[in-house]
């Protein structure tokens, strides 16, 4: 049976004794039936994870005891940082889960010209936990130890003057692709549109502000087929996927 991975807020120290929070000890205890003396991963986003044995089990509770820290990385070298307007439905839920497990080091759902869905601040602070949530979990499956960094909503235009990167791309059906840096940028700021795409003077303003239009080929791709295709193509050119070249 595969080790489970499972992510705590808590500090983790060698030698430890940890009550897991409700989650993961209900998935834990209820889910998976895991015994006394079972083997766990656990991470808390410092770097790194622990190995660890539960110590104690009942049907709310799950204690268990810290062992060595094993300083394992698994991030990208390639920082990129994924500002995507917020879609309806499950899109943007995919988009997160995907997102991390491509790679990537922070997202940004921005509010644009064509989004369509509303958030006020009740509905924002829920959105923002329940992707938060979505990331934890498939850095449990994926074997991240540090969590991608889930920014609140924010308007494009906050977006366009605060995202810093070394190479920045705005995603445009119309565009052709980009000609590739020969050196490694080492950090990237990707900005694309809600599903009806980015208003022409929002992708004037993105060129205003040091953004290449580039285009992902002579198909048009759904809002939350863009960026996985793009993350993927960057990390195949510059981060940790692909051949050897």
């Given at each position: ?163 810093e990167a070394r190479c920045r791309y705005v ?75």
């Amino acid at each position: 049976m595969r080790i489970p991975r499972i992510h705590t807020a808590q500090r983790l120290d060698p030698g430890a004794k940890v009550e897991l929070e409700s989650a993961p000890s209900q998935h834990l205890a209820r889910v998976l039936r895991m015994p006394v003396g079972a083997e766990l991963v656990l991470f808390d986003g410092r770097g790194g994870e622990y190995a660890a044995v539960i110590a104690a089990v009942d049907k709310r509770r799950v204690t268990v005891a810290i062992g060595d820290h094993r300083e394992i990385e698994r991030e990208s070298p390639l920082h990129i940082h994924l500002g995507i307007a917020v879609s309806r439905g499950e899109r943007m839920d995919w988009v997160v889960q995907k997102g991390t497990e491509l790679g990537v080091s922070e997202i940004s759902p921005l509010l644009t010209e064509r989004t369509e869905v509303k958030l006020g601040k009740q509905r924002e602070q829920k959105k923002l936990d329940h992707w938060q949530r979505i990331a934890v979990s498939a850095c449990e499956q994926c074997g991240r130890n540090r969590l991608p960094r889930i920014n609140p909503p924010q308007g494009l235009a906050q977006w366009l003057h605060a995202a810093e990167a070394r190479c920045r791309y705005v995603l445009h059906h119309r565009a052709a692709p980009a000609t590739a840096p020969e050196d490694p940028p080492g950090s990237i700021a990707l900005l694309i549109g809600p599903e009806g795409g980015l208003a022409e003077s929002e992708i004037a303003a993105a060129e205003a502000s040091g953004y290449e239009a580039i285009g992902l080929g002579p198909r048009i791709l759904r809002t939350e087929t863009a960026p996985l295709a793009a993350l993927a193509i960057l990390q195949a050119l510059w981060g940790d996927m692909g051949l050897d070249r």
